[in-house]
């Protein structure tokens, strides 16, 4: 399986999950065939779901935080800029904070580095990680 087929299938796998009702409703186990068991995700530590999340459980746990963390989290518009061992994709990101109610709209450019047919590390970029955490503080 070429790069492109693997992101493409986690997008529609993310797709369903989300369609199902997310953490607690859906399981880790739609994505799960387009991680490697030891997958490594960076996540901005300024963000509320910031830090390094590892494995199989850890995206599982991850998953719950952005959950905890976002009402509504819609990924619009995707730009493949690269499409390799590591790709990089640029997302259009519209989401509304759980704690404030606060609708955002950002993009996110990743880096994916996809090892034999599956994503073994994801490295988002967030254009302005503090209005992020800003809008998802409780007052």
């Known amino acids: 399986m070429n ?5 493409t299938g986690m997008y529609e796998a993310e797709s369903r999950y989300l369609a199902a009702g997310g953490p607690g409703k859906a399981t880790f186990d739609l994505l799960a065939p387009f991680f490697a ?8 530590e300024a963000l509320p779901y910031g830090g390094v999340w590892r494995g ?37 990101v ?27 590390e994801v490295r988002p970029f967030y254009w302005d990680t503090a209005a992020i955490a800003a809008a998802c503080r409780r007052p």
């Open 37 to 44: 068991t030891d997958v490594v995700m960076h996540q901005a």
């Open 3 to 7: 790069s492109m087929d693997v992101l």
């Open 94 to 120: 519209r989401a509304r904070a759980r704690a404030t109610g606060r609708e955002l709209a950002f993009p996110v450019l990743q880096t994916i580095a996809v090892r034999d047919g599956r994503i073994a």
């Open 56 to 92: 199989h459980d850890g995206m599982a746990r991850f998953l719950v935080a952005m959950s905890e963390t976002w009402e509504a989290f819609e990924i619009g518009e995707q730009e493949f800029l690269a499409t390799g061992e590591t790709s990089v994709v640029r997302s259009q």
